[in-house]
């Protein structure tokens, strides 16, 4: 199945919720652009041009058929259409071509309105972060073995929704905002990497659901990290002793995370990265900090830092 872009799922989800039963769609560009919270813009590369270039990769695609701007002496070419102008598409249903193995993920028209009714800018961007989450998020949580909870690393959403770390955690501060998304961070936790315990710390947990953040989810996750992360024992505050992360004193407790849990000291490494980072005895003959390599004291300064939550 060939990738398409949030823009790409915004004007889908749009064209079939305005279909007739033959599946035609009158719209305009504006409209369009309006309804989703952006501000027009008519620069090449800008908002404009980025839906005219989405309806013409969805006509080439197959996905819809361009029919024409008949009340506007008729058209032939979406090229020729003024973004005021009202124009008529087909949607044709795909699903057997370009999803054979009927895996979606549902969007919801009402996930759709909460962000618009918010006025959230940017929520293409927001709602595709928010499916990529979703993906992983078992549909009928209440069917019994289904997991109501995700974990992957902030890097790899960055990474499949094609943005910065930062944008991913501020598109998830929106979502936990509206009510969207739940997410919880445990911390740190010890676990068995070639017959040696290191600490790596957690990632954030995400639920679509506040009532699946809970003492049963935080086992769940626990179970899931002793099958296949080594999980020994956790959880512990956020530790910045890891490889390859700032020296700054100031951080060394890792306190330099966002509302949202995940810590800063996470953000260079994907989830199967941290898994191969290498032991603090692996790593003590590079030039670093003595201070940071100096863990005896580090707890010594107070132990209620290791009790567990």
């Known amino acids: 199945m060939e990738q398409y872009d949030e823009l790409f799922m915004l004007m889908y989800a749009y064209l079939h919720r305005h279909k007739s039963i033959e599946g035609y769609v009158n ?11 952006f501000i027009p813009n008519r620069n090449k590369g800008r908002i404009n041009d980025k839906v005219y270039s989405t309806l013409q990769l969805m006509i080439d695609k197959g996905f819809i058929e361009y029919i024409g701007c008949y009340s506007n002496g008729g058209l032939t070419l979406l090229d020729d259409v003024d973004c005021n102008m009202m124009f008529t598409v087909q949607l044709i249903n795909l699903d057997d071509k370009w999803n054979p193995l009927g895996q979606f993920t549902k ?4 996930e759709i309105d909460t962000l618009r009714s918010s006025n959230t800018k940017n929520m293409d ?13 078992s549909a009928d949580v209440d069917a ?15 990474k499949e ?4 770390v930062g944008t991913v ?38 639920a679509l659901e506040e009532k699946y953040i ?21 959880f512990y505050p956020p530790t910045n002793n890891l490889s390859g992360v700032s020296k700054n004193k100031d951080k060394i407790f890792g306190v330099d995370s966002d509302q949202w849990g995940e810590p800063d000291a996470m953000h260079d490494f994907s989830e199967e990265e941290m898994l191969e ?6 790593v003590q003959s590079e030039d670093i900090d003595a201070d940071l390599l100096d863990i005896d004291n580090l707890y010594e300064t107070d132990e209620s830092l290791m009790e567990l939550y």
């Open 27 to 37: 719209l305009t560009i504006k409209d369009f652009i309006l309804y989703h919270n």
């Open 107 to 110: 969007l919801l028209y009402s």
């Open 125 to 137: 961007k927001v709602l595709y972060l928010y499916m990529n989450i979703k993906k992983n998020i």
């Open 144 to 158: 019994g073995s289904a997991r109501p909870f995700t974990f992957p690393s902030e890097e790899t959403l960055a």
């Open 161 to 164: 929704c094609g943005c910065s």
């Open 169 to 206: 955690k501020k598109n998830t501060e929106i979502l936990c905002g509206l009510k969207m998304l739940y997410v919880v961070n445990y911390g740190s936790y010890l676990r068995m990497r070639k017959g040696k315990e290191i600490t790596v710390n957690s990632n954030n947990v995400y």
């Open 214 to 234: 809970n003492k049963s989810t935080k086992e769940a996750f626990i179970k899931e990290l002793q099958i296949y992360y080594g999980f020994i024992d956790g």
């Open 277 to 282: 980072i290498p032991t603090l005895d692996e």
